[in-house]
């Protein structure tokens, strides 16, 4: 049985990252003088907002897959492609916040990596069960 020590690296990164763009929604909060609980009427704050959300709607897919992934394939593919998720997320992140145009990069290469993660996964849990063995 392989150890799953990248993985769980990994999905500790990808919650830091989602801490850390939390930490960017109190940023765009200072700058625009908005407290909390308002969420709109800065455009910074509104895209800082935005960004951090779909970064939370996109982790119930991307962690599931991430560890299924690792557990039916490689630990250590899973966690390079769980990594290239995480570097999506930021760039994501990053470019939204400046403009919501500038969101798209990112969004490519998390969605592919996540892409792999789900289709990967599934297609050997699949192949495995065609071929009559065990999952």
């Not at 049985?1 to 690296?9: F, G, K, R």
């Not at 991430?66 to 630990?75: E, H, K, P, R, S």
């Not at 400046?98 to 990967?120: P, S, W």
């Amino acid at each position: 049985m392989q150890s799953h020590s990248l993985v769980a690296i990994v999905t500790l990164l990808a919650v830091l990252t989602y801490l850390w763009m939390g930490l960017q929604v109190g940023g765009a909060r200072r700058k625009s003088g908005i407290s909390a609980p308002a969420m709109t009427g800065d455009p910074l704050l509104e895209r800082t907002i935005r960004a951090h959300y779909n970064t939370l709607e996109a982790m119930p897919i991307f962690l599931p897959a991430l560890w299924i992934f690792a557990m039916v394939w490689n630990d250590t593919v899973a966690a390079g492609l769980g990594l290239v998720w995480i570097v999506g997320r930021v760039i994501y992140a990053r470019g939204y916040a400046e403009a919501a145009e500038k969101r798209e990069t990112g969004f490519m290469i998390q969605i592919l990596a996540t892409a792999v993660l789900v289709f990967g996964a599934l297609g050997k849990l699949v192949w495995n069960l065609v071929q009559g063995g065990a999952i």
